[in-house]
């Protein structure tokens, strides 16, 4: 039964309940050279999970941000299709909505892992439907998650070994030997110590980046010196999200003759000539978290860039919406 259950458990679970070659295949596609900038509690845990092929110590043991971060991943798509099912629904499905929704994705293909992952994706991240989402659980049988207890690997700290009296005695008079070195008054003539002047002060370095803010209730953003010669935070679009050209990471080789893409992107400051952005995409990778406010602007779960990128204003500027100071303080 999950109506009990804690979501954290909940997304445990669900990893156990997810074939380990479909978790082990996912992990082994990332990134997690130290250059991809993913933080070390999410980071090193599926490190781990690449070289040590256990899934089930990693479901039990890891730190919650990285078990979180790998459901997520193995939700995305299937749970992109079931927001594009929903349609207009989607905020909020009722019961009937969501369980038929789920019915016509996995007519559609969609396996039961995926749907499991999202299920336990939605309660992790408490979206409305949450409940719908443990009722579904609860009640399909396909989709009833194994106890973390069932299959919980065996302790590696094994039963305390017994210690010979002997060696205790002798670690013991050892501890007691050192002791009396450390208190007992040095011998021969006592050493003065002649004080060093000290050091002269130095001034303090002035912090080479620029603090700026919007209004009292939004999170101080940062512009280096670079960035505030160019851009101003308190330009009316700071703080939107744009219909942007965004400059392509990486060629791609079916169109190397592509280097921007129209795509959305939060305004972080500008000027009369462009904007400073973080790109918002569809599909996640690293060096992106996902965009919490994708329920209210876009069309389907989106994640945004940590790297900041100047672009010029395009002739039409179509503009999505305006973070509120909740959704701006939240994102990383």
């Known amino acids: 039964m999950t109506s009990s259950a804690t979501a954290n458990d909940i997304l445990r679970r669900a990893l156990l309940k997810v074939d380990a070659a479909r978790v082990l295949g996912l992990v082994d596609e990332l990134d997690l050279s130290p250059r991809s900038r993913i933080s070390a509690v999410v980071g090193v ?29 193995l939700s995305v798509e299937a749970l992109e299709r079931i927001v594009e099912t929903l349609g207009e629904s989607a905020e909020s499905p009722s019961y009937e909505q969501l369980a038929a929704a789920l019915d016509a994705v996995a007519d559609a293909g969609t396996s039961v892992d995926e749907l499991i992952a999202v299920l336990a994706f939605a309660i992790g991240e408490e979206f409305p439907a949450a409940a719908h989402c443990r009722r579904l659980l609860d009640e399909r049988p396909a989709f009833a998650l194994p106890e973390l207890g069932e299959s919980s690997p ?111 992107a939060l305004v972080v400051a500008a000027s009369e000539e462009g904007a400073l952005v973080r790109p918002i995409y569809s599909q996640p990778f690293a060096g992106r978290s996902l965009f919490g406010p994708w329920r209210r602007l876009l069309e389907h779960a989106s994640y945004i860039s940590d790297e900041r990128v100047g672009v010029p204003w395009p002739e039409d500027r179509v503009s999505l919406g305006v973070l509120s100071d909740e959704e701006w303080n939240a994102l990383q």
Request: aromatic letters at 2%; a positive charge; proline letters at 14%.
């Open 154 to 264: 065996p302790s590696l700290i094994g039963a305390p070994r017994e210690v010979d009296p002997a060696v205790r005695e002798a670690r013991r008079a050892r501890r007691e030997a050192q002791r009396r070195r450390k208190v007992a008054p040095p011998s021969g003539p006592r050493r003065v110590k002649i004080p060093r002047p000290d050091p002269p002060r130095r001034e303090p370095e002035k912090d080479r980046t620029v603090p700026v803010t919007r209004d009292a209730g939004r999170r101080r953003a940062r512009l280096s010196p670079r960035e505030a010669a160019s851009f101003d935070t308190d330009h009316p679009s700071a703080g939107s999200v744009m219909l942007l050209d965004v400059p392509f990471v990486a060629v791609d080789p079916e169109a190397e003759e592509a280097t921007l893409k129209r795509r959305p």
């Open 45 to 73: 845990p599926l490190r781990s999970l690449q070289q040590r092929r256990d899934v089930v110590g990693f479901a039990t043991s890891a730190p919650m941000p990285a078990v979180r971060a790998l459901v997520e991943l």
